[in-house]
């Protein structure tokens, strides 16, 4: 059974940082790209954060470019995002996913956590 759990979600100022993390099981996922998304409070819709892929190539929404990082390990079936320079809009709940070939898109992805949440205050 596949299974994406996240972690270091939190409250956080404005202007700090968190480091999110996502560990995978139930199988290998070395050959998938690995997401990350969220969803803000009252919002239907999954907003695209980054991925990255198998081989390390990454992708940034526009609005987390510069502050936000994403890095996997392949060995350790994880993949991390570190959030710098935090803003109030980046409140949310963080979701992990997995898919053989995602991309920005959410239907890309075929296994997904249950999401850690972030709030920033002003």
């Known amino acids: 059974q596949v299974e994406l759990v996240e972690s270091g979600g939190g409250l956080v100022q404005a202007g700090g940082s968190l480091r999110l993390s996502c560990a995978a099981s139930?199988?290998?996922?070395?050959?998938?790209?690995m997401g990350w998304f969220r969803q803000a409070p009252g919002k239907e819709e999954r907003e695209f954060v980054a991925?990255?892929?198998?081989?390390?190539?990454?992708y940034y929404a526009d609005s987390v470019k510069g502050r936000f990082s994403i890095s996997r390990d392949n060995a350790k079936q994880s993949a991390s995002l570190q959030m710098n320079s935090l803003r109030p809009e980046d409140t949310a709940a963080y979701y992990c996913?997995?898919?053989?070939?995602?991309?920005?898109?959410?239907?890309?992805?075929?296994?997904w956590g249950q999401g850690t949440p972030v709030t920033v205050s002003s």
């Open positions: 996913a997995v898919g053989r070939f995602g991309d920005y898109l959410s239907s890309s992805y075929t296994n």
């Open positions: 139930g199988r290998t996922f070395s050959d998938y790209t």
């Open positions: 991925f990255v892929r198998s081989g390390g190539i990454s």
